[in-house]
């Protein structure tokens, strides 16, 4: 596909897909089925450009290399993302540095956990026809890191990308995350044998559901000035109720489409981006086996004042003959009509963003920024 520069084009929907990354246990292993990682982060850029969603929101982007590998090769988008420069972070760039020269390429696996730069694991892709940056990054570093263990490593939280649509200048916010998968009790069995392998499917977290409370109070203040957008792996099956959405005055683009997707395709109002019936790395997976699992925990949202209207929302990257994460994507289409801030720019500035901004300062890609091909 090739990048057509930065001419506006008309705009009358906003397509915004989600997708975990997956950062799976190193390869080969028996759980990816030969795919080993650089393969596998290749056929999920062809993917992602084959669909051309507007905004692209990435979970468990863990290492550099595999940032720099949907840069270089996504020229039509532009990348939003916070790095980090711990020492950590220094001995996984040696590392992969000593790695390249034994010809491994960037790698999707969790050997970048621990060691990859990328905050968060969040990244944000934004097509430069659509939409255009309107300023740096910003993020938020939950509240409440108990309940996982290597959130100690890797605190979770917020990534957000501060746009403006090309079509009608108006402000965008997008909110990427990716919220706690196990609780503590259930990790805590595993550490001391109560039991041998962890849920498929995540139960109900109380850390989980003030991380989800605190991305949506965020979202809520943000939607005062700009339209806002939120997409991620939640981690939280829809039965269990930890969403706060509607008490924020958020759509999930899931639950309104659905009456019109059930009358087309039957089933159940949601969409199971994570199958075990389907996806052979959910039902023989790393430490939970789920052949039976199936339940959605990638959703996307809008403020229910941003003028975004879900019309359409369906399952992406999950049709290829080798799956390409344990999670399928999530692809939604939203019409998009007028947007009245019911704030000033001014107000909204210095009571949101200036104070939410991350203890870090943002990384702001720049013309001729190195480029190498090292990632944990």
Same mark, same amino acid.
């Given at each position: 596909?090739?990048?057509?520069?930065?001419?506006?084009?008309?705009?009358?929907?906003?397509?915004?897909?989600?997708?975990?990354?997956?950062?799976?246990?190193?390869?080969?292993?028996?759980?990816?089925?030969?795919?080993?990682?650089?393969?596998?982060?290749?056929?999920?850029?062809?993917?992602?450009?084959?669909?051309?969603?507007?905004?692209?929101?990435?979970?468990?982007?863990?290492?550099?290399?595999?940032?720099? !590998?949907?840069?270089?090769?996504?020229?039509?988008?532009?990348?939003?993302?916070?790095?980090?420069?711990?020492?950590?972070?220094?001995?996984?760039?040696?590392?992969?540095?000593?790695?390249?020269?034994?010809?491994?390429?960037?790698?999707?696996?969790?050997?970048?956990?621990?060691?990859?730069?990328?905050?968060?694991?969040?990244?944000?892709? !934004?097509?430069?026809?659509?939409?255009?940056?309107?300023?740096?990054?910003?993020?938020?570093?939950?509240?409440?890191?108990?309940?996982?263990?290597?959130?100690?490593?890797?605190?979770?939280?917020?990534?957000?990308?501060?746009?403006?649509?090309?079509?009608?200048?108006?402000?965008?916010?997008?909110?990427?995350? !990716?919220?706690?998968?196990?609780?503590?009790?259930?990790?805590?069995?595993?550490?001391?044998?109560?039991?041998?392998?962890?849920?498929?499917?995540?139960?109900?977290?109380?850390?989980?559901?003030?991380?989800?409370?605190?991305?949506?109070?965020?979202?809520?203040?943000?939607?005062?000035?700009?339209?806002?957008?939120?997409?991620?792996?939640?981690?939280?099956?829809?039965?269990?109720?930890?969403?706060?959405?509607?008490?924020?005055?958020?759509?999930?683009?899931?639950?309104?489409?659905?009456?019109?997707?059930?009358?087309?395709?039957?089933?159940?109002?949601?969409?199971?981006?994570?199958?075990?019936?389907?996806?052979?790395?959910?039902?023989?997976?790393?430490?939970?086996?789920? !052949?039976?699992?199936?339940?959605?925990?990638?959703?996307?949202?809008?403020?229910?004042?941003?003028?975004?209207?879900?019309?359409?929302?369906?399952?992406?990257?999950?049709?290829?003959?080798?799956?390409?994460?344990?999670?399928?994507?999530?692809?939604?289409?939203?019409?998009?009509?007028?947007?009245?801030?019911?704030?000033?720019?001014?107000?909204?500035?210095?009571?949101?963003?200036?104070?939410?901004?991350?203890?870090?300062?943002?990384?702001?890609?720049?013309?001729?920024?190195?480029?190498?091909?090292?990632?944990?």
């Amino acid at each position: 596909m090739a990048y057509l520069g930065n001419t506006a084009r008309n705009l009358s929907s906003l397509r915004v897909l989600t997708f975990n990354a997956f950062a799976g246990p190193p390869t080969p292993t028996k759980v990816d089925r030969g795919l080993e990682g650089s393969k596998r982060l290749s056929l999920q850029v062809d993917k992602i450009r084959e669909l051309a969603p507007d905004v692209v929101c990435l979970q468990e982007v863990q290492s550099d290399g595999v940032r720099k !590998h949907f840069e270089a090769n996504m020229p039509e988008y532009a990348a939003t993302y916070v790095l980090n420069d711990e020492l950590r972070c220094r001995i996984g760039k040696l590392m992969r540095k000593a790695l390249d020269s034994a010809g491994a390429g960037p790698q999707t696996t969790i050997s970048g956990f621990l060691l990859g730069p990328v905050q968060a694991g969040l990244m944000i892709l !934004h097509r430069r026809d659509t939409l255009v940056a309107d300023g740096p990054a910003s993020a938020i570093t939950f509240d409440d890191q108990s309940g996982d263990l290597l959130n100690a490593f890797r605190p979770r939280g917020v990534l957000c990308a501060h746009l403006r649509l090309r079509a009608d200048n108006s402000r965008i916010v997008v909110a990427n995350t !990716h919220a706690n998968s196990e609780s503590a009790s259930q990790l805590g069995g595993m550490i001391f044998g109560a039991y041998s392998t962890l849920p498929s499917v995540p139960l109900s977290s109380t850390p989980r559901r003030n991380q989800l409370n605190q991305l949506f109070v965020h979202a809520s203040r943000l939607s005062l000035h700009s339209r806002v957008v939120v997409c991620g792996d939640l981690n939280s099956a829809p039965e269990l109720g930890e969403i706060p959405a509607n008490e924020h005055r958020f759509i999930d683009a899931t639950a309104a489409t659905a009456a019109n997707r059930q009358r087309q395709l039957g089933g159940t109002p949601w969409l199971h981006s994570w199958d075990g019936t389907r996806n052979p790395l959910v039902a023989a997976g790393w430490l939970s086996e789920g !052949h039976d699992a199936r339940t959605q925990l990638d959703y996307i949202f809008a403020a229910q004042d941003s003028g975004l209207e879900p019309e359409e929302v369906s399952l992406a990257l999950d049709d290829g003959p080798i799956p390409l994460s344990d999670h399928f994507g999530v692809l939604a289409r939203f019409g998009v009509h007028q947007f009245r801030p019911q704030q000033s720019d001014h107000v909204a500035t210095t009571s949101v963003e200036r104070r939410q901004m991350p203890k870090l300062p943002p990384h702001t890609v720049l013309p001729g920024e190195e480029s190498v091909v090292w990632g944990i």
